[in-house]
């Protein structure tokens, strides 16, 4: 009989630390023994009002889901450079966010070469980078999670082939001010901003593209357009480089319910950004209720989540009564994470009862 096949496997890769996602709602649903509608879900930072309703009606009628979506992504790109600002040439498209950093690193990272991260961040640069077989650079960001400039120049050298930052970071939520970016760009190593927050932040770089060269920015439809699970996002690049990332990416890499209801949701932006405020609007009602717990520190955020840390009991324990009660919420034990849960910013109602429960929680501690 043949042996197994591991044995072929990238030795690297036997022991590589996969991307830590939330168990399954539903899962996590029955384990608590409460119904799922009955669940307050705000533990991956989705948009919990839901997309527009232009794209639950469209895709109940659409009729062309056995045929292959436009390769080329030419409507997709039309769009997208209206609301961007950005030329069509410049845009490439794929199958959520996560898919483009990982393209990018494809692009960008070898055996060896190094890439800079500042940490603690979003895990995907990590992944990304040791899959392509790439060295990690981790800059530590102080105790605001401000980055260190200095410190990130000092990193580079003729291996380092890329810098990741996120603005605003996750999962803390801060901005980096554009000073700070701008002296980040002229290092002039190629530098991904993932804007996955842009909408909640209201700050980009995009103006900054036609004076960096090196300067590439992702986006997601995931968060402020709540299409998570149709899995869409896109990025603003250099035109050779986008060219180069339409030749390496997969064909069809957006699928056909994805493109619809990005276009459906291009049309209904007044809806959509009128729903981004009042989740702004809730981030504040909850950061404001947050800060007068004592046993909690909440971090200002210009995203659609609230980083916390605990003062006084565990954040593991404090994961579980949540969890008891059908709140279900991130923990993070990471360096500069420790005894720290994340909540994702719901409806008002949700606010309210999650504001309620942790009170009851706290006077117990």
Not at 147 to 173: E, Q, S
Not at 328 to 350: D, M, Q, T, W
């Amino acid at each position: 009989m043949p042996e197994g096949i591991e044995k072929y496997v990238r030795k690297e890769l036997l022991t590589f630390g996969a991307y830590s996602s939330p168990k399954a709602s539903d899962k996590q649903a029955e384990q608590a023994g409460i119904p799922l509608k009955k669940i307050i879900k705000i533990d991956q930072n989705e948009n919990l009002f839901g997309p527009s309703p232009r794209v639950n009606r469209i895709l109940a009628k659409n009729n062309s889901f056995n045929i292959y979506p436009d390769a080329e992504q030419t409507a997709f790109r039309k769009q997208l450079s209206e609301y961007t600002g950005v030329g069509p040439e410049c845009i490439v498209g794929a199958s959520g966010s996560n898919q483009l950093l990982d393209l990018i690193t494809r692009l960008f990272v070898g055996e060896g070469d190094r890439v800079v991260n500042c940490v603690p961040t979003f895990d995907i640069y990590r992944f990304s980078t040791q899959v392509c077989g790439g060295k990690l650079v981790e800059i530590q960001r102080d105790e605001n999670f401000a980055i260190d400039v200095k410190a990130m120049r000092r990193a580079v050298d003729k291996k380092t082939k890329l810098i990741f930052l996120a603005n605003p970071n996750a999962p803390t939520g801060n901005l980096t001010p554009r000073k700070d970016l701008i002296e980040v760009l002229e290092i002039g190593i190629p530098t991904c901003i993932d804007e996955a927050y842009y909408e909640f932040s209201g700050v980009t770089v995009v103006p900054l593209m036609k004076r960096y060269p090196n300067l590439m920015v992702v986006r997601t439809f995931s968060k402020w357009a709540g299409l998570a699970g149709l899995r869409v996002g896109y990025g603003l690049f250099p035109p050779a480089v986008a060219d180069l990332l339409h030749r390496i990416k997969i064909p069809y890499n957006i699928n056909v319910a994805a493109l619809t209801a990005v276009q459906e949701s291009m049309l209904d932006l007044d809806y959509l950004m009128n729903r981004v405020k009042v989740i702004v609007a809730e981030r504040d009602k909850l950061y404001a209720g947050l800060k007068k717990m004592p046993w909690l520190t909440p971090y200002p955020s210009k995203a659609n989540f609230i980083l916390c840390k605990l003062l006084k009991g565990n954040a593991a324990e404090l994961q579980d009564k949540l969890q008891e009660k059908g709140i279900l919420v991130r923990y993070f034990a990471k360096p500069r994470l420790e005894n720290c849960i994340r909540l994702s910013i719901g409806k008002p109602e949700h606010t309210d009862i999650v504001l309620q429960t942790l009170r009851e929680i706290g006077s117990s501690w």
